[in-house]
């Protein structure tokens, strides 16, 4: 606890995914000599003057309020976030700024969640494994006072009300992992072996307290452990490639082409570890690797912010940069309220 309070890991997490965010908005969907083009060498990517995020903050700050709602309320237990998480993410699907190029999976899960007779796992889009699942999810690395329980069932539930694909579930929980341990100063040359280890050990548990019966959805397994095992298995293997890639990609490659272009949640966690990795010391410069890449550029770039953020601190980014970003008031606190 002294370490997250000492460097202000949240604040420093939040204020790097929103960074991330707004780098990598104006490069989404453009090819890495486009970007270059229009952008002059990806060293020297500018922070745009209207520092304007995505979706992707605007749902992490959705998520941050219901986790504080729920709180507030109590112990962190799957039906009050369940109910806070709902009641912020129709609020966002709903909001005049919402016009962020929303992801589609997310917008038409949080149709569906507008109908409060339904029990959220019926929105659920069981299919999908899109980023959209844990470019969200760096809060529950950061919350102070979870178990280990409450914080990897608690990943997962709020990628479940959208994304209900394992994959999506095994993604988040580990993005949280991620951050959670970056934040009480794990070392980041063991990273990706930690990371290995939790996912081998959690492999089959499947957290039905958090999910209740959202792996029969699926209709193609024959339990729950088979359910949740086929996610961990494919992050398993995506972490196997960024353990390859973090020894042999060269910076001034692009980082999608070692570990994927991110659109999908296995991806988006990798790519945005690799260029966090490749300048561990450097956050501005891993920012600008990630949104100078030929896939999902915003969500790549929000989660190296957010794992630079945890691992430094606040101080990781210049105020020049910082105090124009869209959200400011609300991203700071959050961090506050975390850091204290």
């Not at 040359?189 to 996912?199: I, K, M, P």
Request: charged share 20%; net charge negative.
């Amino acid at each position: 606890m002294t370490t997250l309070v000492h460097k202000q890991a949240a604040t420093g997490a939040l204020t790097g995914l929103a960074l991330g965010d707004a780098l990598g908005y104006p490069t989404e969907f453009d090819d890495v000599p486009t970007i270059l083009a229009e952008h002059g060498p990806w060293r020297e990517l500018p922070l745009p003057e209207r520092a304007f995020v995505s979706d992707d903050t605007q749902m992490t700050l959705a998520l941050g309020r219901a986790v504080r709602t729920a709180m507030d309320r109590g112990l962190l237990t799957p039906s009050r976030l369940a109910g806070t998480l709902r009641e912020e993410f129709v609020d966002w699907y709903r909001s005049p700024e919402n016009n962020r190029a929303p992801g589609r999976t997310c917008m038409k899960a949080c149709h569906l969640l507008e109908d409060g007779s339904r029990p959220w796992q019926d929105a659920s889009q069981i299919h999908s494994k899109g980023c959209g699942a844990n470019m969200r999810v760096a809060p529950l690395g950061l919350v102070p006072g979870l178990s280990d329980e409450q914080r990897a069932g608690a990943a997962q539930l709020q990628a479940a009300l959208t994304h209900g694909h394992p994959t999506a579930l095994a993604a988040s929980d580990l993005t949280a992992h991620a951050v959670r341990l970056l934040a009480q100063g794990a070392e980041p040359t063991g990273l990706v072996g930690l990371l290995r280890s939790y996912a081998l050990e959690n492999r089959s548990r499947y957290h039905e307290r958090w999910l209740g019966d959202l792996w029969r959805r699926g209709a193609q397994d024959a339990s729950a452990e088979q359910f949740i095992a086929r996610g961990w298995d494919e992050c398993l293997a995506i972490l196997d490639r960024l353990r390859h890639a973090v020894r042999t990609v060269s910076p001034e490659t692009d980082p999608c082409l070692a570990t994927g272009e991110g659109w999908i949640a296995e991806e988006a966690l990798a790519t945005g570890l690799l260029c966090f990795l490749l300048f561990v010391d450097e956050p501005l410069t891993a920012l600008r690797r990630a949104a100078c890449t030929a896939g999902d550029s915003d969500s790549i770039a929000c989660l190296t912010g957010a794992f630079a953020g945890a691992y430094l601190g606040a101080e990781a980014w210049p105020a020049e940069w910082a105090d124009r970003v869209e959200y400011r008031g609300d991203l700071l606190t959050l961090g506050a309220l975390w850091d204290a």
